[in-house]
T-cell receptor, first 114, second 115 residues
Framework: DAGVIQSPRHEVTEMGQEVTLRCKPI?????LFWYRQTMMRGLELLIY????????DSGMPEDRFSAKMPNASFSTLKIQPSEPRDSAVYFC????????????FGDGTRLSIL | AQSVTQLDSHVSVSEGTPVLLRCNYS??????LFWYVQHPNKGLQLLLK????ATLVKGINGFEAEFKKSETSFHLTKPSAHMSDAAEYFC?????????????WGLGTSLAVNP
């Protein structure tokens, strides 16, 4: 089975540019999560979806961040405009029935904002 | 409040010796508990999970963990470390109630395995 697929694996861009991260969850999973990982703050949950509907976006740091899930097989996390402090590794994960079942992670997108 | 504490930020062992990574949790409900591993530049991979069945849980790559409710602990062990075990390990608790159960992640333990 294909796992969670994220693209791009690496992104380097200049401050002020729009950044779009993409995620394809495992087929059949009904939960999708976006995380951010930094040395300073560890792993932070940004937002999660259930059946394509955003359930909790309380972890989204600012209005510059937005996430969508137009269908069960695709989600995006967008940062506009980007800032150097957004540099981090962003992970997407998916699961069945959140909490009871483990989350399956993609390999992440390493984002560097110059 | 729910929380998880990984007691060691760094652990160093020699190849072939036992591994112990410690985790304590706090939860008002019957939790589900997980250990994840992260190798450099990779995503997080599930090692094992506890969901109120047997208290001794066996995972992949020879790892196991024991749920001890009286001690609120879920320590990860392996009898003999291998060089490939060098990675970051995360203890995670799912508090286990309500419709908005956020996973609570420990800050991680970095495991170094010396030849």
């Amino acid at each position: 089975d294909a796992g969670v697929i994220q693209s791009p694996r690496h992104e380097v861009t200049e401050m002020g540019q729009e950044v779009t991260l993409r995620c394809k969850p495992i087929s059949g999973h009904d939960y999708l999560f976006w995380y951010r990982q930094t040395m300073m703050r560890g792993l932070e949950l940004l937002i999660y979806f259930n059946n394509n509907v955003p359930i909790d976006d309380s972890g989204m740091p600012e209005d510059r961040f937005s996430a969508k899930m137009p269908n069960a097989s695709f989600s995006t996390l967008k940062i506009q405009p980007s800032e150097p402090r957004d540099s981090a590794v962003y992970f997407c994960a998916s699961s069945f029935r959140r909490g009871e079942q483990p989350q399956h992670f993609g390999d992440g997108t390493r984002l560097s904002i110059l | 409040a729910q929380s998880v504490t990984q007691l060691d930020s760094h652990v160093s062992v020699s190849e072939g010796t036992p591994v112990l990574l410690r985790c304590n949790y706090s939860s008002s409900y019957s939790p589900s508990l997980f250990w994840y591993v992260q190798h450099p530049n990779k995503g997080l991979q599930l090692l094992l999970k506890y969901t109120s069945a047997a208290t001794l849980v066996k995972g992949i790559n020879g790892f196991e963990a024991e749920f001890k409710k009286s001690e609120t602990s879920f320590h990860l062990t392996k009898p003999s470390a291998h060089m490939s075990d060098a990675a970051e390990y995360f203890c995670v608790v799912s508090p286990g109630a309500g419709n908005n159960r956020k996973l609570i992640w420990g800050l991680g333990t970095s495991l170094a395995v010396n030849p």
